[in-house]
C-alpha cells in the first residue's frame, strides 16, 4: 500500500482500489460543504478527504482495475464542481469511471511532464479531462507536440478546455467553452443566436476563457470589444483571433460571401467601459473565484453605469454568487451566472469523453 500526501495526492487514496490496495485512509465527515472542506483541508494527514466525500462524491465502492480516470487540471482546483457533476453523470450513465482533482503548477513544463505520465502509465487507463485556468493554451501546444488532433475552433482560438481520446485512441483536445458562452448569454439575454449580430459586447480579460468567448461571440456576428489590464496583450490576442477568423473564412470559401457572418473584435481602453454602448458584459478572468486571487474583487470600475438595458455574464461559477453578480443585478442588469456556461460546456466534455 501506498499513499501520496497533500492535494496532488488524492489520486493514490481515491485509486486504491483499482491497483489492489487493502485500504486507504479517510477521516470522519460532515454533512455541511463549508464543514466538509474545513475538515479535509485539516484531516488527520495533508491530503486526506472524507469518509463521505469518498463514497459518494467519488464513488470508491465501485472503483476497480477497469475503473476508467478522467480528472480536472488547474492550478487552483480545489473549487472546481467538475468531480460532482461528472461524477454524477458517470452513475447516471453506468459508466464505470471517475473524475479527479489535478492540481498543476502554472509553468508549462509542469503540465507537459504530469499529463504526458498519465497518458503513458497504461495501467492507470486515463482518459480525459477538463482543463481549466491557467492550462488552455498549454493543452493545445501539448496536443500538437505529441501529433494529437487540435480541432479546428481550438485551433482558431488557441486555447481548448478538453482533454480526450477519440475512439480509435488518439489524442485530441476541443474548446467547448466558444458554444457554451454563446448559448449562456443569448439564454440570458432572451434571444436567439442570430440576435448578436451587431450587438456591441465587452469581454473582460485575455486569456484562455476570454479567448473562446470572443471567438464564440464574433462567430455570430457580434461587435466584441475586449479589455484587459495589460491593453498590448488584448491587441495582440485581437489581432491573432482576427487573423484565424479569415483564415477560417478562406479554408470555408466564404471571404466572398456577402451573407457570411462575421463580427467584429477590438481591443478597447478601460475609460470605455463606462461609455454606455454595450448591450453586454462578459467577465473572463478570475476576479471574483473562490480560491483564486481576489475572491472578493469586482472586475468592473467604479464608474462602469448598468441598468435594465443591459446583460451582465459571469464565467466565474464558484461561487455562484460573485461580487460581480451581486452588483450588476443591484444595479438592475439582467445577469448570467457562470453555473449555467459551465453546466453547458460541461455536457460536450461528456460527449466527447464517451463517443463508445
Not at 5 to 10: A, F, I, T
Not at 134 to 142: A, D, G, I, T
Request: proline content about 5%; overall charge neutral; glycine content about 10%.
Amino acid at each position: 500500500m501506498v499513499l501520496c500526501m497533500g492535494e496532488p495526492g488524492l489520486m493514490s487514496r481515491v485509486l486504491a482500489p483499482k491497483f489492489g490496495a487493502f485500504l486507504t485512509f479517510a477521516h470522519a465527515g460532515s454533512d455541511s460543504d463549508a464543514q466538509r472542506a474545513a475538515a479535509n483541508a485539516a484531516g488527520t494527514a495533508p491530503g486526506q478527504v472524507s469518509v463521505q466525500d469518498m463514497v459518494n462524491l467519488y464513488g470508491f465502492r465501485s472503483i476497480n482495475s477497469a475503473t476508467r480516470v478522467f480528472g480536472v487540471i488547474g492550478w487552483p482546483v480545489g473549487h472546481s464542481r467538475s468531480p460532482h457533476v461528472h461524477n454524477a453523470w458517470f452513475r447516471e450513465a453506468g459508466r464505470n469511471a471517475v473524475l479527479l482533482p489535478m492540481p498543476v503548477p502554472p509553468e508549462y513544463e509542469h503540465f507537459k511532464a504530469t499529463v504526458a505520465e498519465l497518458l503513458a502509465y497504461a495501467p492507470l487507463d486515463f482518459r480525459g479531462a477538463c482543463v481549466t485556468i491557467p492550462h488552455k493554451e498549454n493543452l493545445v501546444r501539448f496536443v500538437k507536440e505529441q501529433g494529437g488532433h487540435v480541432d479546428p475552433l481550438a485551433e482558431r482560438i488557441g486555447a481548448a478546455n478538453t482533454l480526450y481520446l477519440n475512439a480509435a485512441g488518439a489524442l485530441c483536445c476541443a474548446n467547448t467553452d466558444a458554444p457554451a458562452a454563446v448559448d449562456a448569454l443569448t439564454h440570458g439575454m432572451g434571444i436567439e443566436r442570430a440576435a448578436l449580430r451587431g450587438k456591441r459586447i465587452a469581454v473582460l480579460g485575455a486569456g484562455g476563457v476570454a479567448r473562446a468567448v470572443a471567438v464564440g461571440l464574433a462567430d455570430e456576428g457580434a461587435r466584441v470589444v475586449v479589455f484587459n489590464r495589460n491593453e498590448d496583450r488584448a491587441r495582440r490576442m485581437c489581432a491573432q483571433l482576427q487573423e484565424g477568423a479569415m483564415q477560417a473564412r478562406s479554408a470555408a470559401g466564404d471571404l466572398g460571401r456577402v451573407d457570411a457572418v462575421a463580427g467584429s473584435m477590438s481591443a478597447g481602453r478601460t475609460t470605455e467601459l463606462s461609455s454606455g454602448e454595450f448591450h453586454a458584459f462578459v467577465n473572463c478572468t478570475p476576479v471574483g473565484m473562490q480560491g483564486g486571487p481576489d475572491p472578493q474583487g469586482n472586475p468592473f470600475v467604479s464608474d462602469v453605469r448598468l441598468d435594465d438595458t443591459m446583460t451582465v455574464m459571469d464565467t466565474v461559477y464558484a461561487p455562484r454568487e460573485t461580487p460581480l453578480m451581486i452588483h450588476a443585478r443591484s444595479c438592475g442588469a439582467r445577469t448570467v451566472d457562470g453555473w449555467i456556461m459551465f453546466t453547458k460546456q460541461a455536457e460536450r466534455q461528456f460527449r466527447l469523453w464517451h463517443t463508445d
